[in-house]
C-alpha cells in the first residue's frame, strides 16, 4: 500500500544530528514519514538506524533539529508524553507480571477507563495478536514468538500514532521469522497504525516495507520503495547492502562505456545512468543474466566464459564464471528447472545478458 | 578421593559448631569433656539474664537501622554505578568500596579517634550505628550491583514508553524486580552488624552490644554454659535466616526466569 | 554535562557524602592524630615523629607486627590451599541443581557467632578439651598434650578454621565462570586430565585465587579476638597491641601510630599481590 506522496507527513524530522561525545551518530537526517505507512530503517550495525527510532520514540535527545508528530513539535518531549510506543529488541516483557497485566500496563493511567473496559482492550488485543486465553500466564512461561505477540499487543493496545520496532525479529529462528513478518504485515493492515522497524535485514525490509531508507555511517543514503530501491540503488554501497550484485570494472567515454568482460555499448541502452566520465564502475544482479546451453540461442547479447565455481541450493544453483577481459568472475543464479543439467567446474559457458539490467555507478562510493 | 577430602574438611568445619549443643545440653558446669549428664536448665537461665537481654535488644536496634541504611546508601550507589556514567565514578565508587579491604581494627581505632579525641562526644549505640553501616555499605552495593546488572534496561525503558514517569516506573518495575537483591542486602548487612565485635568493643559506651557481652563472659567460666545454650539458638535462627535467603533467592530467579546454576552470595 | 551524568552524580551524592565523612576523614584524623604525642594524661599537639620512631625501633613492636605478618601470611596460603579442592569439587563435580546446597552446608558454620567460634577452638585444643580427651580416652597418650593451645599454631588453625568460606566463595565463582569446553579442547589437543588443570584450569582460576588470598590476608592481620582468645602471650598480634595503646596504656597516639603502620603494610602487600598476579596471568 503506498500513499501519495501529498499526503501531510506523520512524522517529520528536520535536521537531526546526533553527538556521543565526540562519536556523530546522526548527521543531519532530513525524513517525512506518511499516516499509515509501513516503514524501514535499514543499515549495518552502527549506521545509526536505532538511533534514529529512539530519536523518535524520545529516548535519544538531538544535538540539533526537530522531531515533530502529527504537526506537534515533539523535540523536547519526554518518551511517556509521546503517541508513540515501542516493540524493543529484548522484547522488555515484565517478568513479574502476567501476560494480561503486561498488555494492560499501559492503560493505568486512562482514568476514563474503568476496570471492565480495561480487560476488554487487553483481551481485544491478545485475539488481535493471536494470543486469546494466555492472559493469565506468567511472562516467564512464553516462548520467543509470544513474547514478541505479547509486546505488540502491549504497545498496539493504546493506539499510538506510530508503533515503532527495533529488530523485532532478531531473536527469533528462520521459520519464526518468516511467520511473523507476514504477521506484521496483516496486524499493520488490519490497525492502520504507522509502523516504523529498524533492521539490518535487507530481505526482511524488502518483504514488509512501503517505503525503505537505507542508512549509512549516521545518514540516509537512498530512501525509496523496495522495488526501487533493488532496481535501482543510487550506489555502490546500496547496491551492496540490498541484494547480490556484479561490480565489473567500466570505461565512459563520450556517449558509450566498455564494461570490463561484457563489451561496449551505448550509454542510453543502459538502465540507469551516472553521469560521469572516465574509469567507473558497472554492476549488475545474478539472475538478470543466464547462461545458455548448448545450440540454445538468445536475442540478448552473449559473453563468453569459464565456470570457475558452482553452488547448489536445491531449488537454485549459483555459478561463478569467469569472463573473457575480466580476472573477477561474476554470479549468475539460476533455476533448476527438471531435467536441466547442472553444469560442471571448467566448463566453457556462453552468458546471456540485458543492457538494461546493468547499471553505472559513480566511481569509488 | 577428592571426595573423602572434602568430607574430612566438612568434618573440619563443623566440629567446633557441634560442640555447641553438646555444652549446652550438657549438666556440668565447666565446658570440658567428660560430659556429665542431660539438662536443660542452661536454656531456662536465658530467660533470667538481665545483662544478656539488654545487650541482646541493643544489637537488635543497631543491626535493623545499620542494615535498613546501608541499603538504602547502596541501593543509590548501586544504581549510580550499573546505569550511568558521570565523572569520578572510579574514585568515588573505590572509596565506598574501601571497608571491604580495610581491617576493622583500623574503621575502629579512626572513628574511635575523631569521636572521642577530635570531637569529645559521648560513645553510644549511634556511633556504633554509623560505623556498621560503613561496613555494611559496601556488601550491600556488591549485591544488589548483581541485581541491577541483571535487569534488562529496557525493562524501564518500556515502561516509560507506556505513559509511566520515572518515579512510578521504579515504584512498578525497577522495585518489584530488584527486592531479591534488596531483602539478600537487608539480611547480609543484619548479620554482618549482629556478629561485629571488634569495632563494637571499641564504639560502644554502657550499653553493650550481643558479641561485646558475649566477650565479657568468656572471662567468667560460670555464664559459659548459658552462652553455649545461646549460641546454639543463635547457630538455629542463622540456619532459618540462611534458608529464608535461599529460597528467597531462588524465588528471585524464578521471578526473571533465570536458570539456577547455584551462585550463593 | 548531560542527564545521565547529573542523575548519576545525584545518585552516588550521598554514599559518598558517608565514606568521605566517615571513612577519608577519619583515616585522616588518624593519621595527624599519629603526629601528636601523650603527654601522661593530656595530648601534646606538636606535630611529631616520636610514636612512628618507637612503633619501627621498638623490639617488641616489630615482632609482634612480624608475627602478625607471618601468623596472616600462614593463615593465608594454609587457607587457600585447603580451599581450592573444595572449591574445585563443588564447582566441577556437584551436579549443578546441588550446588547451592553445598554452598549452603560450607557457609552455615560462618554464621555462627565469630567469638563462640573461636572460643570453640579453645575447648577442642584445651587441656581438657576434645582432642586431648580422644587421645587419652583412646590410650594414645597417658598425658593432654600442653602444646595444642595458647601459641601461634593454635592462632594459624582457628583463623583458617574462621577464614575458610571467605577463600572458597571466590575460588569457586571463578572456576564456574570457566568455559567448560575450553577443557574439552585440551583434552582434545591432547593434554590430559592432569596437565589440563595446570594449563588452562589453573590459570583461568587465577582471579578467583587472587581475591581468596587477599579476602583472607586483609582481616587476618588486624584480627584482634583470635590471638586474644587461643593466642597465649605468644600469639599475640598488632591488633591487641593497638587496642592496649587505646584501652589499657593509654597512649592513643602511638596506637594511632601503629595502625597507620599497619594499614600501610597491608595496603603494600595487597597491591603487590595484585601486581605479582598481573604479572604472572601475562606470563603464561
Partial sequence: MSLAPETEPLIRLRGIQKYYGEYHALRGIDLDIRPGEFFSLLGPSGCGKTTLLRTIAGFEGVSEGTVTLGGQDMTRVPPNKRPTNMVFQSYAIFPHLSVAQNVGFGLRKRSDLNAAARQTMVEDALDMVGLDGYGSRGANALSGGQRQRVALARALVLRPKVLLLDEPLSALDKKMREQMQVELIRLQRQVGITFILVTHDQEEALVMSDRIAVMFEGEIAQL???????????????????????????????????????????????????????????????????????????????????????????????????????????????RNVFGRPVLEIGTRARLAWSPGAVTLFRPGG | ?????????????????????????????????????????????????????????????????????????????????????????????????????????????????????????????????????????????????????????ALEEASIDLGETRLSTFRLVTLPLVMPGIVAALLISFTISLDEFIIAFFLTGSDVTLPVYIWSTLRFPKLLPVIMALGTIMVVISILILTLAEWNRRRGLRRVGAKDTGGFL | MNQDSKRGLTLIAPPLAYALALLAGPMLAIVLFSFWTQDYLTINRTLSLKNYAEALSDPFYRA????????????????????????????????????????????????????????????????????????????????????????????????????????????????????????????DLGENAFTTFFRVTLPLAAPGVVAALLIVFIPTVGDYVTPAQVGGPNGMMIANVIQAQFRDLNNAPLGAALSVVAMLIVTVIALGTVWLARRLSRGT
Fill in chain 2, 1 to 153: 578421593m577428592l571426595r573423602t577430602y572434602v568430607i574430612a574438611f566438612l568434618i573440619f568445619l563443623y566440629a567446633p559448631i557441634a560442640l555447641l549443643p553438646i555444652f549446652a545440653f550438657n549438666s556440668g558446669s565447666v565446658i570440658a569433656f567428660p560430659l556429665d549428664g542431660f539438662t536443660t536448665d542452661w536454656f531456662a537461665q536465658l530467660g533470667q539474664q538481665t545483662e544478656l537481654h539488654a545487650a541482646l535488644l541493643n544489637s537488635l536496634f543497631v543491626g535493623v537501622l545499620a542494615s535498613i541504611l546501608s541499603v538504602l546508601l547502596g541501593l543509590a550507589a548501586a544504581r549510580a554505578n550499573v546505569r550511568y556514567r558521570f565523572p569520578g565514578k572510579t574514585a568515588a565508587m573505590g572509596l565506598i568500596m574501601v571497608p571491604l579491604v580495610l581491617p576493622e581494627i583500623i574503621v575502629a581505632t579512626s572513628l574511635l579517634v575523631v569521636i572521642v579525641r577530635f570531637f569529645d562526644w559521648p560513645l553510644s549505640l549511634w556511633s556504633l550505628i554509623a560505623a556498621h553501616v560503613l561496613i555494611c555499605t559496601p556488601f550491600a552495593i556488591a549485591i544488589l550491583n548483581a541485581s541491577f546488572q541483571a535487569l534488562d534496561p
Fill in chain 3, 64 to 187: 609482634i607486627m612480624g608475627r602478625s605478618l607471618v601468623v596472616s601470611g600462614s593463615v593465608t596460603v594454609i587457607t587457600v590451599l585447603l580451599a581450592f579442592p573444595v572449591a574445585y569439587y563443588v564447582s566441577f563435580r556437584v551436579r549443578p541443581d546441588r550446588k547451592s546446597l553445598w554452598l549452603f552446608l560450607i557457609t552455615i558454620p560462618f554464621w555462627t557467632s565469630y567469638l563462640l567460634r573461636i572460643f570453640l577452638w579453645k575447648v577442642m585444643l584445651g587441656y581438657n578439651g576434645v582432642v586431648n580427651s580422644a587421645l587419652t580416652g583412646l590410650g594414645l597418650r597417658d598425658e593432654p598434650l600442653t602444646w595444642l593451645l595458647y601459641n601461634a599454631n593454635s592462632v594459624v588453625l582457628t583463623l583458617s578454621h574462621a577464614f575458610a568460606p571467605f577463600a572458597i566463595l571466590p575460588i569457586f565463582v571463578a572456576l564456574e565462570k570457566i568455559d567448560r569446553s575450553l577443557l574439552e579442547a585440551s583434552r
Fill in chain 1, 224 to 334: 525509496a520503495e523496495a522495488e526501487a530501491l533493488y532496481r535501482r540503488p543510487i550506489d555502490r554501497r546500496v547496491a551492496e547492502f540490498i541484494g547480490t550484485m556484479n561490480f565489473l570494472p567500466a570505461s565512459v567515454s563520450g556517449d558509450r562505456v566498455t564494461v570490463a568482460g561484457l563489451g561496449d555499448m551505448a550509454l542510453s541502452e543502459l538502465q540507469s545512468t551516472a553521469t560521469t566520465k572516465g574509469d567507473t564502475v558497472a554492476g549488475f544482479r545474478p539472475e538478470t543474466a543466464t547462461l545458455l546451453f548448448e545450440g540454445q540461442t538468445t536475442s540478448d547479447r552473449v559473453a563468453e566464459g569459464t565456470v570457475s565455481e558452482v553452488v547448489y541450493f536445491g531449488d537454485m544453483t549459483y555459478y561463478d564464471v569467469t569472463l573473457e577481459g575480466c580476472e573477477q568472475p561474476v554470479r549468475i543464479s539460476m
